[in-house]
């Protein structure tokens, strides 16, 4: 199953790296360029996994999220291989997952840090920044969830005839 969907993660890993790199060239830290009234885009860079957490623990906490992330990934990976065919939803939730992970991955081994740049707002509450890496993970993580209350709900054998 893993041939089947590797190309999304590689699609992934390339957009956000292609628009990481964009943002490096065409941004100037922590000034935002407006795109819509809710929406700037607005170079940063993040030491620590979502929403900072970890970000000032003084230089550490870099080799465990390469660590993490190396692992997750391996994980996915292996999961990926042993799906059936026919588990389209949770593959496509997976490789959205690894694209991502080895996209931030890319940022931890280079730089010692994410590149993030997509900034949402609404009035004077600004959601954390983040990168299309994220966003795949993000959505990967909702079609995960999905998949598994589909997946409850559909018997993995039909149930027992009536004699």
């Not at 994220?134 to 054998?157: E, H, K, Y």
């Amino acid at each position: 199953m893993l041939k089947s969907w590797i190309w999304l993660s590689v699609l992934i890993v390339a957009l956000d790296q292609a628009t990481k790199y964009l943002a490096e060239t065409l941004l100037v830290m922590h000034q935002p360029v407006p795109i819509l009234s809710w929406f700037n885009l607005m170079l940063t860079y993040n030491t620590g996994a979502a929403f900072s957490f970890l970000a000032d623990a003084g230089g550490w906490q870099r080799w465990f999220f390469l660590g993490l992330g190396s692992a997750v990934s391996i994980g996915l990976v292996i999961w990926l291989m042993r799906l059936k065919p026919e588990e389209k939803w949770l593959a496509a939730a997976l490789a959205l997952i690894l694209g991502g992970a080895v996209g931030n991955l890319i940022d931890r081994v280079w730089l010692g840090q994410v590149i993030d740049f997509i900034q949402l707002y609404y009035d004077r509450w600004y959601w954390p920044a983040f990168n299309i890496a994220d966003s795949a993970i993000t959505v990967g993580a909702i079609l995960l969830v999905m998949d598994s209350l589909w997946s409850r709900n559909t018997p993995s054998t039909p149930p027992p005839a009536d004699a």
